[in-house]
Every structure is written in structure tokens, then in C-alpha cells.
């Protein structure tokens, strides 16, 4: 009922904005609109955030994503000039007489050295733009950063960033003002990624040669997105070039990458392909004993298909498909009490996206999205006494649609519609044919995500401008399905089980949702100088639970249910923002204050995995997460670069009047991924159009871990006695990486491009610890040993190419 009067409210607010139209256009007659694309002159690809001065006027403007711009004045001639960082500027001059549509195009300047490393923004749209706590970043942004084994990464880029840690070094996912990996939407072109790593957490899952941009929200979430209660990573494919064909591709030690794009018909239909692929087993023939037999493959092949038989209508049809094996000779990786010699991992991503964007107007577009997203997981053993394979799943089925509204300049609005199909398998084990492992088939889950949100963006003055944004959603669970009922004033217990109720499919059994208030400001206090403020609720429906350091590829996966809360965070963001006269300097501050309600942790001894009701292995209480992040950017000269600083804290409490479900006595805690203090710099040097040199060094604190107290004997045995969760540290993490690019003079014009990247991660070989562990002797505790990922430098050499 609630969701149907929101629907209801928006429209009418549409309708009221429609009507505003009218009666602003009977007002004044006299008002014509400038308006068109704005492109690469060589691809064709539309450029965002290209900023357009009127000149004879002094107004500004900025292009929308797709490179359109909307410019209303009076009529008259006008100079308007167009800038954007890496490309040339331009001026055209304009007679506006009536409605006016015109493209425009920019060429790259490839002679500039003045770059931004981190933003691919405009030069001071970080103090300009409304939003607090999102960043921006290029794919030439992130080539600068020096790769790991010659693999350039989007989502390592992202760790230079304040406000992002990880756990540990080559962990998968990564962390955001206190939430865990699980609580970051991945989108890429609009489809979910539930696991962004590849080789366990080494790389991400996105070829570099595809990318685009990347977008992190991390304070200031628009009302089009929600799910997960921490930040929103949005990955956008660039478009097909739609007048020449080209083949552009990489050599490198761990990965190659090879892709191809073109019109099929020009300037109308255009496809683009790219895959990469990894096959190292035959460096393991080569390897130490204990790690020959050792597997460590991946492949993706990233599609996209585009048609646009009019400036009115582009469709796009996008498609991802990656694989991922790994297996090492003796691990116990696999979280099983099954004594195996070794286990595989076997995880898939399966993405299409099919999107219709229609301009209906100067003042209105829509956007339409039909999108399937598959995720597999699968843990073998082919051990013949104990072999078993375990299967998980999440399918992911949406359907969206988001209308923009710009009725003049000092509004835009945005409403949207979302409606998501999820279905969940928790794990499913499956004996070999002479296994003594017993079969376990966990029950599905089902549910709908349903959500509607309205957004204006309101210019009250030169000054001061809001982004208000209002969203609801809901979590609708469904048959079949087989709830419990647990003892009154008792704990979630499998022996206190009272009752189970069947429900049918299709049958609605439980629902929760509620609304999602959003809010930025910016007031402008001076040349180049910003005041920004911020909050928004962000609910969360589905959770990744885990009692290891980092999510196997295999960790469970879990729809909100009646015994399983939806996480929800409310965040205040407040920062200053300043640039210099030239934008030659960038600085910022934010301060941030969080707070977790129905946070998730795991009980004392909990088995994960193979439970047949999660609500028994868990417990949900609340949790805060405050701190300040710096940043400091160069952006001009032959040197640049950024320094950021990040102060954070995240503390969790789990208290219950039951015993089992408290956490360290029901006492706040660290989270696991609490770590105090996090410096990254990068410095760039370009003394000439064709060669560069990156220095990047990264310290933070040592994450929290839980070490043993005590030993007790126990029928002979040895037994660590645990007693409070994450009071102690690994020790503090830092590294150093250099690398150098040679490039093709761009003043030398030739059809082919090629490059070399000779990088070395870890310069001064530093063995950081990933983990702590013991080993047990008759007498004490005292021989500790450190686990490190990357104990030593790697160099690395890899050979770019494109033509």
C-alpha cells in the first residue's frame, strides 16, 4: 500500500512539474534553447562534464552523460566556449534566433602534460558539483598508477582513494567508511557484480581496455541507487566507435588482453569485443614442490552492441561472461570438515544488459533497462574417499526505468521505477560416486526488491544549491519455503525449534521496507571554496556472511527474511572544498559519522556454510563508523599527483539477553576491517609527451585480529582458548611501487600505437603479514608466524598495442 501511494505521489509531482512547463513557457515567449552532443572528434564518443561558458553573458553549463547540453537564453548571438581536461578548448559562436541543435566536437590534445590523476571532472567541478564524497575516475587516470605484474587495476586504483581500505593485501573486495565488501554496489553498465575479483582477490573482474569511467558514491548516494548500505561503485563501458574500425590489446606475465571494435554500419550500428585471459600453470611446473599442481586461470569477454538510428534513440545491448580457477596442491581453504589433499574453485559471472535511452525532448529523457545477472560458485575435491563438489548461486533479475526532467535551469528532475527478482541458492553438497561425504541440499530463497524514488536538483542561487531525493523500497519474501518458529524468550536455536510452517510458490510470507531520505547541499563561500553537507539511509536486503578474514568465492550469500533484519545506515557527511586561481591545486576535507542498525557479525563457533537456518549462526546488533579524510591533488606541471589521509573508525556491538548471541560480552568491538590510519601518495612525472614515471606509496594500520589467550589440555589435546573478538593487531602495512610507460610520440602521427609498461610492485621487498597464525607447543603459545601475500618485489614488463 505504501509503495502504491509513493508511486502515486511521484506522479503527481511529475505532472505538477509538466504544468510548470506550461505556464513558465506562456510567461516567456522570448526564451529559445541552444541545444546538441558534444564528442570526441575522433571516436565519436560522447564527452561528460565538458564545461560550457556563455561568454557574453557569464553563464555556465556542464554536459550530462550521454555528452548532451541544454542552454536557454534570450535570443541574440552568443560566443560559447567548450573545456574539457584533455582536450583542446573551443569556441563557437551562435545565433539563437530559434531552437538551435548543433553537435560539437573536441579534439584530445595529446601535447598537454598537465593531467588529473585521480578525476576525470572538470577543473573545478570538485567544488562546484552538489554531491559530497563521490570520486571520478579515468581509465588514462588509472594507467598511471603502477600495476601489480604488469595488470593495470580498477578496483586497486580505488584503495588510493580516502575513505577505501581492505582487509589485506590481495583480498577480494574492499571496504568503505566503515561497511564491509559486501555492503559496496558493484554496477557494471547497470548489472551487479556479486564477486569483482579475479584469482581470489589479486584482480578485478573489469578489462581495462573497456572502461570508460569509474564513479564512487560514498558519501552522497543519489536516490537512483540503493541495495547496500555503504557505497555504490558505478563501472561504465565506453561506446563502440561507430566510424573505423580498430584492434587494441596487451602481453603481459599473468594476463593478455585482445579486443576489436567498429561500425557495422556507420554512424549507426557499432560493436565492440574484448577478452583477457590468464593461464598460468605452466609457471607452477616451475615452482617449489608444495605448490607444483597449483591452478590459477581466468578469462572474460566483455561485449557491446550499439544502435542508434537517430539522435532521439540509442540502444544498447551489453554483455560479461567470466570464469575463474583456482586451486592450490594442499589448502585448507575450503571451510569443510572434510579432510581433503586439496580443493578447487570453480566461480562464474554471467551479466546482459539490455538499455533503451530515448530523448524525447530538450526537457526530458528516458532511460530503460532490462538486466540478468548470474553468479556460480563451486567447491570440488576429487579425493575419491572424501570427494564431494559444492554448488551456490545468485540470479539476479531487474527491470528499471528512470525518467530526467529539466524544466529550466534552477531544476532537474529524476523518477524512477526498479523492481528486482532474486533468487538465492545457499549451497548445495554433492558426494562423488565412492565418497563417504554425506549429500546436504540447502532450501532456495526467493524474494522481490521493489523501490521508487523522486530527486531534484534545485540551483537556489550562485551560491547555494540541494540535491533532495526521497526513495522506497521493499523486500517482498516468497514461497516455497519453510519457516521456523523458535521458543518465546529463548535464542535462535536448532533445538529450540517449535514449529514449521510450509508456504506455497508464490505465496508472500514476509515483508519489510521503508523510506530512503536523501540530501546534499553546496553553498559556495568564495572563489574556488565550497561548504558541502550530507545524509542519506541506505537499506540493505542482501548480505554476504562470513567467519573468514575475507569472502572465499564460495561465502554464503542471504536474503533478509523475518529473523534476518535489513541492514540500514544513516551517514552525515560535512566537508570544505578549495581550489587555487588556476585549479593547479586541489584540497579537501570530510568529516563523516555513520550508524549500522541490524548490523551483521557471526556467533562464537558459527558453521556457515552448511546451515541449514542462518538465523542460528548469526546475530545482529548495531554498529558506528566516524572519521576524516584529506585529500591534497596536483593537477598542473610536469609533476602530479595527490596525497590522501584517511582517520577511521568502525566499532560494532552484538548484545543480547542470551548468552550465545552476545559478541565479547555483548561490549563494543573493531570491526575486522577497522583500521585507524591510511596514507597513500602517488606522484607522476612527464618531462615529455612519451614517457612517464609513477611513484605510489601506501601505509595504514594493521587490521584487528583475534589471537588466543590461553591453552587448555583436553583428553591429551591441545585446545586455544579465544576469549574477546578483535583486540589485537597484525602489524602496520606499507609498500612502495615504481613504474615507467614509453609511449609513441604523439607529434609522430601513425596508425598503429604501441607501448611498453615496466613496473616492480613492493620495491623494497617488505613482507607485510596478511594474517597471524601458531603453531602449538606442549608448552606455551610463543612461536607466531606471519602470513604474507607478497613477500618480495615483483617487476613486471607488458606490451600495449592498437590498431
Not at 585448507?332 to 586439496?342: D, T
Not at 533497462?369 to 531487474?398: C, E, M, P, T
Request: with cysteine.
Amino acid at each position: 500500500m505504501r509503495f502504491s501511494l509513493l508511486l502515486l505521489f511521484s506522479c503527481c509531482l511529475l505532472n505538477g512539474a509538466f504544468a510548470q512547463q506550461r505556464t513558465n513557457s506562456s510567461a516567456s515567449p522570448a526564451t529559445f534553447s541552444a541545444t546538441g552532443y558534444v564528442r570526441d572528434g575522433k571516436t565519436g564518443k560522447p564527452i561528460q562534464s565538458v564545461n560550457i561558458v556563455v561568454l557574453n553573458v557569464s553563464k555556465g553549463y556542464v554536459t550530462a552523460k550521454d555528452g548532451f547540453y541544454t542552454i536557454q537564453l534570450p535570443p541574440g548571438d552568443y560566443i560559447l566556449r567548450f573545456s574539457h581536461v584533455g582536450y583542446r578548448p573551443k569556441q563557437d559562436t551562435i545565433s539563437l534566433q530559434k531552437t538551435l541543435f548543433r553537435e560539437v566536437t573536441m579534439e584530445d590534445d595529446s601535447k598537454d602534460l598537465e593531467e588529473v590523476v585521480v578525476t576525470s571532472e572538470s577543473p573545478d567541478r570538485n567544488v562546484r558539483k552538489v554531491e559530497i564524497g563521490v570520486s571520478q575516475l579515468t581509465i588514462r587516470s588509472i594507467r598511471r598508477i603502477p600495476p601489480l605484474m604488469g595488470e593495470v587495476d580498477v578496483l586497486r586504483s580505488l584503495l588510493l582513494l580516502p575513505g577505501v581500505t581492505t582487509v589485506g593485501e590481495g583480498a577480494p573486495g574492499f571496504n568503505v567508511r566503515g561497511g564491509g565488501a559486501d555492503q559496496n554496489l558493484i554496477l557494471f553498465d547497470e548489472a551487479p557484480v556479486f564477486n569483482s575479483s579475479h584469482l581470489m582477490g589479486f584482480f578485478s573482474v573489469f578489462n581495462p581496455d573497456v572502461v570508460r569511467d569509474v564513479t564512487l558514491n560514498r558519501g552522497g548516494v543519489a536516490a537512483a541507487f540503493g541495495g547496500r548500505a555503504s557505497s555504490v561503485l558505478d563501472v561504465k563501458i565506453k561506446e563502440p566507435d561507430a566510424q573505423k574500425w580498430g584492434i587494441n590489446g596487451g602481453i603481459g606475465i599473468i594476463s593478455s588482453r585482445l579486443g576489436i571494435e567498429g561500425p557495422i554500419i556507420k554512424n549507426k550500428l557499432s560493436f565492440l569485443l574484448a577478452a583477457r585471459a590468464s593461464f598460468n600453470d605452466f609457471i607452477f611446473k616451475l615452482a617449489p614442490p608444495n605448490l607444483k599442481g597449483t591452478q590459477a586461470n581466468f578469462y572474460d569477454l566483455t561485449s557491446k552492441l550499439k544502435y542508434q538510428p537517430n539522435e532521439k534513440n540509442t540502444i544498447t545491448l551489453t554483455g560479461y561472461l567470466s570464469t575463474d580457477v583456482f586451486k592450490l596442491a594442499s589448502d585448507s581453504l575450503s571451510g569443510q570438515e572434510i579432510n581433503a589433499s586439496s580443493t578447487k574453485f570453480n566461480y562464474q559471472t554471467m551479466n546482459t544488459v539490455l538499455r533503451w535511452n530515448y530523448f524525447m525532448s530538450k526537457q526530458l529523457n528516458l532511460a530503460s533497462s532490462v538486466i540478468l545477472s548470474r553468479y556460480q560458485a563451486d567447491l570440488s575435491s576429487s579425493d575419491s574417499s572424501n570427494a564431494f563438489q559444492l554448488k551456490s548461486g545468485i540470479w539476479h533479475r531487474q527491470v528499471k526505468s528512470d525518467l530526467t526532467f529539466t524544466p529550466n535551469e534552477v531544476h532537474q528532475w529524476q523518477v524512477g521505477l526498479s523492481a528486482i527478482d532474486y533468487l538465492v541458492q545457499p549451497n548445495t553438497r554433492i558426494p562423488g560416486p565412492y565418497s563417504n561425504v554425506l549429500p546436504v541440499d540447502l532450501a532456495r530463497e526467493r524474494a522481490y526488491e521493489l523501490a521508487a524514488y523522486i530527486q531534484d536538483e534545485w540551483k537556489l542561487n550562485t551560491n547555494v544549491a540541494i540535491i533532495a531525493g526521497l526513495r522506497y523500497s521493499a523486500l517482498l519474501n516468497r514461497g516455497p519455503a519453510a519457516v521456523r518458529t523458535y521458543q518465546e524468550n529463548g535464542p535462535k536455536e536448532d533445538e529450540a525449534v517449535t514449529s514449521t510452517k510450509t508456504y506455497e510458490a508464490g505465496t508472500v510470507y514476509h515483508s519489510a521496507g521503508g523510506l530512503e531520505p536523501r540530501l546534499a547541499v553546496r553553498w559556495t563561500v568564495g572563489d574556488g571554496r565550497a561548504i558541502k553537507a550530507g545524509y542519506s539511509r541506505l537499506r540493505q536486503y542482501i548480505q554476504q556472511v562470513t567467519n573468514t578474514t575475507a569472502a572465499l568465492p564460495t561465502s554464503r550469500w542471504h536474503l533478509s527474511d523475518m529473523y534476518t533484519k535489513p541492514v540500514i545506515a544513516d551517514q552525515w557527511s560535512l566537508g570544505y572544498f578549495m581550489n587555487t586561481a588556476d585549479n593547479a591545486i586541489e584540497a579537501s576535507g570530510e568529516v563523516y559519522y555513520k550508524t549500522l542498525t541490524n548490523a551483521i557479525d557471526y556467533r562464537d563457533g558459527a558453521e556457515l556454510q552448511l546451515a541449514p537456518a542462518v538465523e542460528t549462526q548469526i546475530v545482529q546488533g548495531s554498529g558506528k563508523a566516524y572519521g576524516f579524510e584529506g585529500l591534497l591533488r596536483k593537477n598542473k606541471g610536469r609533476w602530479t599527483g595527490f596525497m590522501s589521509y584517511t582517520y577511521a573508525r568502525t566499532f560494532l556491538t552484538m548484545n543480547s539477553p542470551y548468552v550465545t548471541e552476545q559478541v565479547n560480552n555483548g561490549n563494543p568491538y573493531p570491526a575486522n576491517y577497522d583500521k585507524p590510519h591510511t596514507l597513500n601518495i602517488l606522484a607522476t612525472h612527464r618531462p615529455t609527451t612519451w614517457f612517464s614515471m609513477s611513484l605510489n606509496f601506501t601505509y595504514s594500520t594493521g587490521r584487528p585480529t583475534t589471537q588466543p589467550s590461553a591453552l587448555a589440555r583436553v583428553a591429551g589435546v591441545l585446545i586455544p582458548i579465544y576469549l574477546d573478538r578483535n583486540q589485537q593487531r597484525v602489524p602496520d602495512y606499507h609498500r612502495l611501487d615504481f613504474s615507467m610507460t614509453f609511449e609513441q610520440n604523439p607529434l609522430k602521427k601513425k596508425k598503429n600505437q604501441s607501448s611498453w609498461v615496466f613496473s616492480i610492485y613492493n620495491v623494497y621487498a617488505h613482507k607485510n603479514a596478511y594474517s597471524i597464525f601458531y603453531k602449538l607447543s606442549p608448552a606455551s603459545l610463543s612461536d607466531a608466524y606471519k602470513l604474507s601475500i607478497f613477500g618480495t618485489a615483483f617487476p613486471s614488463l607488458t606490451y600495449n598495442f592498437k590498431f
